[in-house]
């Protein structure tokens, strides 16, 4: 699996295997990267990074609404392309995840 940046081919930030781990937990996929990739890293550094987003393709879903009225989609068997940040020049399709950095080796943040 390869991680992009904002969905662009052009801009491989990693691959499971090496930098990218992916998990399913009990709220859905889980990414893990580390990079040290310059853009990314000024983006995580001027808080600009939105999330993350997933090229599902040939998915089964179905839709309804929590007791609460939120909108609820469930994907089942699907394949995944590439998994990317999504930086403030677009918007992940959920509003729900999150990216978080720290500090790596030498002091470089990494995603």
Avoid at 21 to 41: F, M, Q, Y
Avoid at 50 to 55: L, N, T
Avoid at 64 to 86: H, N, Q, Y
């Amino acid at each position: 699996m390869t991680a992009l940046l904002d969905h662009k081919w052009e801009h491989t930030l990693g691959q499971t295997g090496a930098n990218l781990r992916l998990k399913e937990d009990v709220i859905g996929l889980r990414a893990h990267l580390e990079t040290k990739d310059p853009e990314t890293v000024k983006l995580a550094k001027e808080k600009r990074l939105r999330g993350w987003s997933f090229d599902i393709r040939r998915s089964t879903e179905t839709r309804a609404e929590t007791k609460g009225g939120l909108p609820l989609r469930i994907i089942t068997d699907f394949d995944i392309s590439e998994v990317s940040l999504i930086s403030d020049r677009m918007r992940p399709w959920y509003d729900s995840t999150t990216v978080e950095t720290r500090a790596g080796e030498e002091g470089e943040e990494v995603i």
